[in-house]
């Protein structure tokens, strides 16, 4: 009865331990495979459309659309300041085009025809679950993975709940930021549209910049030793022109994401 007790007991720590909500992400594959070269995918949305139940509201679905897009273009920069190689818009939609795969091939199948037919170490799949307006803020559900075409595993797999504040003056509409405004003006946006854009550019900033810089430079291993974003985290861009991160659950994740 004594062992019957303790064998119990090891499995309940073993799957409390499975379910640890503290997991951190580590870079050491990235370290023993030296990948250089990174082939965006793209970007996978599942952000729920008006257009649903009301097709007819052509600038709400519009806005989001354009928020996407601007989300795929601005992830090849911090990958490039880190000092990757990041296959071109061309080439990569050659890619696609060519690979066909869908979009839980991307997420779980076999990467290796990547490095072996086209020359990429490691391939990106950015997926929005989720952009929504809600109580005066702007919330977006992002999942990062970059995923090796050497091991399919995953070098770096990372979700984030990104809040942007909006506040609003006496009679509940939104006030023009001025960064927003000077985002605008730049991109020729509207508001609502640069809101989300600037967002989703500071939260890529931020998420991908956390990776080893490149093997191919020669500061590659000097952060060896650097605790990586947390598995699941919080990223709030507030009024000052800061972020404020923090970590979240999988239950806050999936129940912002996907409820």
């Known amino acids: ?24 992400n580590s870079y050491s594959d990235i370290y023993s495979e030296r990948p250089t070269t990174i082939y965006i995918a793209p970007v996978i949305d599942n952000a ?6 009301y097709p007819k509201d052509a600038a709400y679905n519009n806005e989001i659309n354009t928020a996407s897009a601007y ?7 911090p ?44 391939v990106l799949i950015v997926t929005i679950h989720r952009w929504r307006e809600k109580n005066g803020e702007w919330i977006a559900c992002l999942e990062y993975q970059l995923r090796s075409t050497k091991s399919n595993v995953d070098l770096q797999h990372t979700w984030v709940i990104a809040r942007k504040r909006v506040p609003t003056n006496l009679k509940g509409d939104p006030v023009v930021m001025k960064n ?33 810089i490149s093997s191919l430079k020669r500061q590659f291993e000097d952060d060896i030793y650097k605790n990586a974003n947390p ?27 996907f409820l």
């Open 1 to 24: 009865m004594k062992r019957l007790y303790t064998v119990i007991l090891l499995i309940t720590v073993v799957f409390a331990g499975c379910k640890s909500e503290k997991k951190i």
């Open 48 to 53: 729920i459309r008006r257009e649903v139940k």
């Open 71 to 77: 989300l795929n273009q601005t992830l090849a920069a």
């Open 79 to 122: 990958l490039l300041k880190k000092g990757y190689y990041v296959v071109g818009s061309v080439a990569s939609r050659e890619i696609a085009e060519a690979t066909k795969m869908s979009n839980k091939q991307l997420r779980n199948g076999d990467m290796k025809s990547f490095g072996t037919d086209y020359g990429v170490d490691a």
């Open 180 to 212: 927003d405004v000077k985002f605008a003006k730049r991109f020729d946006f509207d508001n609502g549209t640069a809101q989300r854009c600037f967002l989703v550019e500071k939260v890529n900033d931020y998420v991908l910049r956390d990776l080893p």
């Open 231 to 257: 598995t699941y985290m919080t990223y709030i861009w507030t009024e000052d022109g800061s972020a404020d991160v923090g970590t979240c659950s999988v239950e806050e994740f999936e129940e912002i994401a």
